[in-house]
Nanobody, 115 residues
Framework: QVQLVESGGGLVQPGGSLSLSCSASADNFEILPMNWYRQVPGKHQELVATIFFNNVTLYGSFVRDRFTISRDNTQRTVSLQMNNLEPANTAVYYC?????????WGQGVQVTVSS
């Protein structure tokens, strides 16, 4: 059983920044690849970023160097720093450990980019 709690969402103007955080209860957190996904109502979930145990990172093509994923194995947290946000980034953001059975999801955090 893995519990995930996301925080840090909110309303921000275009061009602004937000930092999301996800706290995970997994005992083996330090070896788990961790993902951030986003979902817009009526659309499929979309992978935003992944970070592996060795801090190798992957990003969705829409990120364009604006987002940074990081992890703190001591605190069992994974973060997503989002800069230069655009209205198209408005979504609910979820963290998720890769490859677990069953899959685990947090409650998500709303990010709204609007003037």
């Amino acid at each position: 059983q893995v519990q995930l709690v996301e925080s840090g969402g909110g309303l921000v103007q275009p061009g602004g920044s937000l930092s999301l955080s996800c706290s995970a209860s997994a005992d083996n957190f330090e070896i788990l690849p961790m993902n951030w996904y986003r979902q817009v109502p009526g659309k499929h979930q979309e992978l935003v970023a992944t970070i592996f145990f060795n801090n190798v990172t992957l990003y969705g093509s829409f990120v364009r160097d604006r987002f940074t994923i990081s992890r703190d194995n001591t605190q069992r947290t994974v973060s997503l720093q989002m800069n230069n946000l655009e209205p198209a980034n408005t979504a609910v953001y979820y963290c998720n450990p890769m490859g677990t059975v069953p899959p685990y999801w947090g409650q998500g955090v709303q990010v709204t980019v609007s003037s």
